[in-house]
């Protein structure tokens, strides 16, 4: 590629006619002359610009990455000037306040060390590379394809959204960052789903890992060593998929409600299920499920390999169809009782092992989530200008950022002692202690992302309310934030397991 040249201003300003129209934006030279008529907002926006510096009316229109997609137009740089603007590079960390968590914008932690941070910037840098990919899934609703599964297995980013363990090191993962199996923990862990939530895609998120982070744990924690060496390879490595399914049209939360059977064949080595699924992520996309089925001894958990009689079928839902929400039909299903997690007839043990990681998982997603809102308003309110103002001269708009910051750090700090809990609770003291905080944080958090989502959409305006351009991040959030609120428990549950926790370690001797 030929260097490029310098200009003067009053070079670019001779080149002002149809087929010969240059603009400045931000010091840098664009020769419009091929795209003006080809610019989706028309030819107005640019001709009004011709030979002039288009800066302030550029970045009042559109992101920063339109100049990435366009950078083929680019022609030079002006004579002695620099540019004034940052231009994000991948990898790295905003410098907006309050856009990272704190520990990343110079305060003190306790809880983080060098390789957490080592880890976040190889992660990000990743995620940033994938984003583009990312986004073209969620806008299409098409698939995540098998070699943008394998990217994700082969960076380690798979294995990592499932979580710490010793799984790690029985099947080599490797992880970001150069850290060690045995040293991966829950903070990691949240770095991990942290950087997936910024990329503002969350249907297609759950496409990729909604599913294997519920569905892969009860194969790894009760599944047999020869089943676990089976598929637990592949599906690390992005060349199968797995899901979790429990719900069915007649028991969500009420989960010893399910009617999914499984019979045992006579010669005893094989189970028989029939029964559906319903709301099942990654459903649609899944080589196995993780089934609750109901046995003679009571519920159990199979491992169901996509074969004949498993039948998938898309649920249009809120959030983009690449999140493969489906309805999963099992007619006498063949399954070989090697398949059995945990034992028979302690499938609820199984599944309630699952609950706490999963609430945890959409804690620091939803936690990121808010952080990303804050950093998408703030920048708007401070380049955007309406009667003759910036939004953030407004007292109203800055009321508004300070309600969302506040709520955003206080959930996040929840989550974090949260997370400093798991990193040092036995998995028993974490099932006796809790279960109750992490109900109720998910509640806080929700509430929060509903608050915030509220807030964002009157900053942006009718930028909110459309899918593409300036407000596509506050768009998708305002959208799709209720998924928080009601998988993995809703918010009315959440709030009364999280009170009925703290009523049976209530004192019996505590009076006013």
């Given amino acids: ?148 599964m394998q990217k994700m297995g082969a960076a380690g980013l798979l294995a990592a959204n499932v979580g710490p363990g010793k799984y790690l090191k029985e099947f080599n993962v490797k992880l970001p960052g150069d850290v060690k199996p045995e040293e991966y923990d829950y903070f990691h862990e949240m770095i991990t789903h942290e950087e997936m939530a910024r990329w503002g895609t969350r249907g297609m998120d759950d496409g990729v890992i909604g599913g294997m982070t519920i569905g892969l744990p009860p194969v790894l924690n009760f599944g047999s060593k020869e089943l676990r060496h089976k598929i637990v390879p592949d599906i690390l490595a992005g060349k199968k998929r797995i899901a979790l399914a429990i719900t069915e049209p007649y028991a969500g939360s009420d989960v010893a409600n399910i009617k999914c059977t499984a019979k045992r064949t006579p010669d005893g080595k094989h189970f028989i299920v029939n029964g559906v699924k319903k709301w099942i992520t990654t459903g649609c996309w899944a080589d196995y499920f993780s089934v609750a089925v109901l046995t003679e001894k009571g519920m159990s958990m199979l491992l169901i390999e996509r074969s004949e009689g498993v039948e998938t079928k898309p649920i249009k839902t809120s959030y983009s169809p690449a999140a493969g929400t489906a309805y999963v039909t099992f007619e006498n299903v063949k399954v070989p009782v090697e398949n059995l997690l945990g034992k028979e007839g302690r499938g609820f043990m199984v599944v309630l092992s699952n609950f706490n990681h999963e609430r945890w998982v959409m804690l620091t997603g939803s936690t990121m989530g808010g952080r990303v809102a804050v950093e998408e308003c703030f920048k708007w309110a401070m380049q955007r200008k309406v009667f003759g103002k910036r939004l953030i001269d407004q007292p109203v708009i800055r009321n508004k950022l300070a309600k969302m910051i506040a709520s955003v750090e206080s959930c996040h700090s929840w989550v974090e002692n949260i997370t400093y809990q798991m990193c040092h609770m036995s998995y028993l003291e974490q099932a006796d202690k809790l279960a109750g905080p992490i109900s109720l944080c998910k509640y806080q958090c929700t509430r929060m992302l509903h608050d915030i989502a509220d807030d964002a959409v009157q900053i942006f305006g009718g930028r909110a309310i459309t899918k593409t351009g300036m407000g596509r991040m506050i768009e998708t959030l305002q959208r799709t934030y209720k998924f928080t609120a009601i998988l993995g428990g809703s918010e009315e549950i959440m709030a009364d397991l999280g009170v009925r926790q703290a009523m049976k370690k209530f004192p019996t001797d505590a009076r006013l």
């Fill in 1 to 148: 590629m030929a260097p490029l040249k310098s200009y003067t201003r009053e070079e670019v300003g001779r080149h002002t006619s149809d087929n010969d129209l240059w603009i400045i934006i931000d010091s840098s030279v664009y020769d419009m002359s091929r795209f003006v008529d080809m610019h989706p907002g028309g030819a107005f926006p640019i001709l009004e610009f011709a030979g002039k510096d288009a800066t302030d009316a550029f970045y009042g229109l559109h992101r920063q990455d339109v100049l990435v997609k366009y950078a083929r137009y680019k022609i030079g740089t002006i004579e002695g000037e620099t540019p004034q603007i940052e231009f994000r590079e991948p990898g790295t960390l905003s410098k907006v306040p309050y856009a990272e968590p704190s520990a990343w914008m110079g305060f003190k932690s306790p809880y983080f060390k060098e390789s957490h941070f080592k880890y976040r910037l190889a992660v990000r840098k990743i995620m940033d590379e994938l984003a583009p990919e990312a986004r073209e899934y969620e806008d299409t609703g098409s698939r995540p394809t098998n070699e943008f």
